[in-house]
T-cell receptor, first 110, second 112 residues
Framework: LAKTTQPISMDSYEGQEVNITCSHN???????ITWYQQFPSQGPRFIIQ???TKVTNEVASLFIPADRKSSTLSLPRVSLSDTAVYYC???????????FGKGTHLIIQP | EAQVTQNPRYLITVTGKKLTVTCSQN?????MSWYRQDPGLGLRQIYY???????DKGDVPEGYKVSRKEKRNFPLILESPSPNQTSLYFC???????????FGPGTRLLVL
């Protein structure tokens, strides 16, 4: 299972773009990169998943370089409600469970 | 609305008193899992089920039981709860072939 490393915490302001980088040096060929968001006392919520290059949905973008040893979650124009813990996971295709690390605690200020 | 529901949301009990936390999903997902979340330890998988009548242990199964008699339900049973099972519990489900899991709202359990 590829280990992930991401910052413990980040601060930003409303309206800014926030980029959270995750490193996963030991990622395997059939692993996907997945990001979840968790608000206090709620279950994690899937945000985005990618294998390589760039993926964009209505919530975020995910940038993955060619070597796949890192990835960057980009949140455009954040608001106070984006304050949450963001988890980067490397998931083996078809895996039965998810291993969550400590995540990045993102705090958005007015 | 597609969702995973858990009951109860909060529970205080005493050591040794059997309890069941229910989990139900309305998305016809094959896979269901139970996790516990503790400060500093992240989410750890307790048990998972790949389909009806098929269950297997996760990373921390000791002290827990599960059953999967119907596709939509996956109850977590603590036969003799102990204080070290005080935690926040999440149920999750996903479609076979998808890596995206959908989590329930959580059950906060306190064992005295």
């Amino acid at each position: 299972l590829a280990k992930t490393t991401q910052p413990i915490s980040m601060d930003s302001y409303e309206g800014q773009e926030v980029n959270i980088t995750c490193s996963h040096n030991n990622i395997a060929t059939n692993d996907y990169i997945t990001w979840y968001q968790q608000f206090p006392s709620q279950g994690p919520r899937f945000i985005i998943q990618g294998y390589k290059t760039k993926v964009t949905n209505e919530v975020a973008s995910l940038f993955i370089p060619a070597d796949r040893k890192s990835s960057t979650l980009s949140l455009p124009r954040v608001s106070l409600s984006d304050t949450a813990v963001y988890y980067c996971l490397v998931v083996e295709g078809g895996a039965d469970g998810l291993t969550f690390g400590k995540g990045t605690h993102l705090i958005i200020q007015p | 609305e597609a969702q995973v529901t858990q009951n109860p949301r909060y529970l205080i009990t005493v050591t040794g008193k059997k309890l069941t936390v229910t989990c139900s999903q309305n998305m016809n997902h094959e896979y269901m899992s139970w996790y516990r979340q503790d400060p500093g330890l992240g989410l750890r998988q307790i048990y998972y089920s790949m389909n009806v009548e098929v269950t297997d242990k996760g990373d921390v199964p000791e002290g827990y039981k599960v059953s999967r008699k119907e596709k939509r339900n996956f109850p977590l049973i603590l036969e003799s709860p102990s204080p070290n099972q005080t935690s926040l519990y999440f149920c999750a489900s996903r479609l076979a072939g998808s890596e995206t899991q959908y989590f329930g709202p959580g059950t906060r359990l306190l064992v005295l």
